[in-house]
């Protein structure tokens, strides 16, 4: 059975950074794709990049390049999205989730709230 | 702004069936497949419909998809109480490149 598992909540000031976990299990990891995404208060999802667990190789959206780093360890199937200089808008719920083929997102992580406050 | 057009809100009586349309371009919707994603406020989303109109596992067929040139629909039949959530399409953008979103359709059960 396939389970993406993320890390906990953080609170964080702006400036910061934060690194997010998302580990799976049940299939082959590097065989699926895995995104993130994000959902502030009340607004809908953003796309923030996709990595090749197989690979490495990440790429994100161009308004959040330079910002967002995606990185996979295949000895403990784990993925990380780490963020840095932090803004009040970056305040979200963070989700890691797998890529079927090239088609859809089949299997999602629970989610991990980041809040930025100073 | 989203990408993808989606009405905020849509209203049904139990029982009834209710429509949600997704309205995009030939660099998303025009060429690539549509997903469907029903997220209740509070929980991850979670898949509905694949490939413009194929139900993911364990979906009812209450739940159907459609698309037609640069705009898809999801139907949704026989509603229930527990149908109430936000709804949103998805596809990848060829043009940016990105994956994109519709921003959402709450759906209310009367």
């Known amino acids: 059975q396939v389970h993406l598992v993320q890390s906990g909540a953080e609170v964080k000031k702006p400036g910061a950074s934060v690194k997010i976990s998302c580990r799976a299990s049940g299939y082959t990891f590097t065989n699926y794709y895995m995104h993130w995404f994000r959902q502030a208060p009340g607004h809908g999802l953003e796309w923030m990049g996709m990595?090749?667990?197989?690979?490495?190789?990440?790429t994100s959206p161009q308004k959040l390049q330079g910002r967002v780093t995606l990185t996979g360890d295949t000895s403990t199937t784990t993925v990380y999205m780490e963020l840095s200089s932090l803004r009040s808008d970056d305040t979200a719920v963070y989700y890691c989730?797998?890529?079927?083929?090239?088609?859809?997102?089949?299997?999602w992580g629970q989610g991990a709230l980041v809040t930025v406050s100073s | 702004q989203s990408i993808l057009t989606q009405p905020p809100s849509v209203s049904a009586a139990p029982g009834q069936k209710v429509t949600i349309s997704c309205s995009g371009s030939?660099?998303?919707?025009?060429?690539?497949?549509v997903s469907w994603y029903q997220q209740v406020p509070g929980t991850a989303p979670k898949l509905l419909i694949y490939d413009d109109d194929q139900r993911f596992s364990g979906i009812p067929d209450r739940f159907s998809g459609s698309k037609s040139g640069t705009s898809a629909t999801l139907a949704i039949t026989g509603l229930q109480t527990g149908d109430e959530a936000d709804y949103y399409c998805?596809?990848?953008?060829?043009?940016?490149?990105?994956?994109?979103f519709g921003g959402g359709t709450k759906l209310t059960v009367l």
């Open positions: 998805e596809t990848w953008d060829t043009s940016l490149p990105s994956e994109v």
């Open positions: 030939s660099s998303n919707i025009g060429s690539n497949y």
């Open positions: 990595i090749n667990p197989s690979s490495g190789r990440a």
């Open positions: 989730a797998r890529k079927f083929s090239t088609r859809y997102f089949d299997y």
